[in-house]
T-cell receptor, first 112, second 112 residues
Framework: QKEVEQNSGPLSVPEGAIASLNCTYS??????FFWYRQYSGKSPELIMS????GDKEDGRFTAQLNKASQYVSLLIRDSQPSDSATYLCAVGPSGGYNKLIFGAGTRLAVHP | ETGVTQTPRHLVMGMTNKKSLKCEQH?????MYWYKQSAKKPLELMFVYSLEERVENNSVPSRFSPECPNSSHLFLHLHTLQPEDSALYLC???????????FGSGTQLSVL
């Protein structure tokens, strides 16, 4: 069973701090990795994708991938209350197209 | 606006009703999906249509019936549902492979 694991949270950080969200996956052959943000009552929206080891930065967001450790993370710098949401990690498994596997999500709460 | 339009936004139905969810994508994508999202659980892939070929999750009950008349339209036909089927149903599309998903706004379904 291919799995994606996330800490459910809530992860509580003060405004302006760095929020660090983590995700581990079981399929060593996975090739594509995504972070989605989901506000309460809304659908998920893509915020980052990463395909190779290392860091990828986009504005206040940095995705980090370590395939050897089967670990992908999302850093949010200068966290804002508007970042408060559930963050979903999704992984594209090996040998199975069109079948992204999602974690259950980490709830982030940024307090003023 | 993600380019994926899903209707209705909310649906309340009795266990003997028949209803359909509709999804349309304007992104020129090759794959469309139905996902189920229940509280505290990972997104569950129900059905995938890629280039009009259907791939399904074998654990989905037969009371859920998908239809994909072309690469831009996707339906989910519902009949004799159970209260435990109450959830958020999300349509998504992608270019195919394990590429990023674009989600519709979802249908919040309540089965009484």
């Amino acid at each position: 069973q291919k799995e994606v694991e996330q800490n459910s949270g809530p992860l509580s950080v003060p405004e302006g701090a760095i929020a660090s969200l983590n995700c581990t996956y079981s399929d060593r052959g996975s090739q594509s990795f995504f972070w989605y943000r989901q506000y309460s009552g809304k659908s998920p929206e893509l915020i980052m994708s990463i395909y190779s080891n290392g860091d990828k930065e986009d504005g206040r967001f940095t995705a980090q991938l370590n395939k050897a450790s089967q670990y992908v993370s999302l850093l949010i710098r200068d966290s804002q209350p508007s970042d408060s949401a559930t963050y979903l990690c999704a992984v594209g498994p090996s040998g199975g197209y069109n079948k992204l596997i999602f974690g259950a999500g980490t709830r982030l709460a940024v307090h003023p | 606006e993600t380019g994926v339009t899903q209707t209705p936004r909310h649906l309340v139905m009795g266990m003997t009703n028949k209803k359909s969810l509709k999804c349309e994508q304007h992104l020129g994508h090759n794959a469309m999906y139905w996902y189920k999202q229940s509280a505290k659980k990972p997104l569950e892939l129900m059905f995938v249509y890629s280039l009009e070929e259907r791939v399904e999750n074998n654990s989905v009950p037969s009371r859920f019936s998908p239809e994909c008349p072309n690469s831009s339209h996707l339906f989910l036909h519902l009949h004799t549902l159970q209260p435990e089927d109450s959830a958020l149903y999300l349509c998504a599309s992608s270019r195919g492979g394990n590429e990023k998903l674009f989600f519709g706004s979802g249908t919040q379904l309540s089965v009484l």
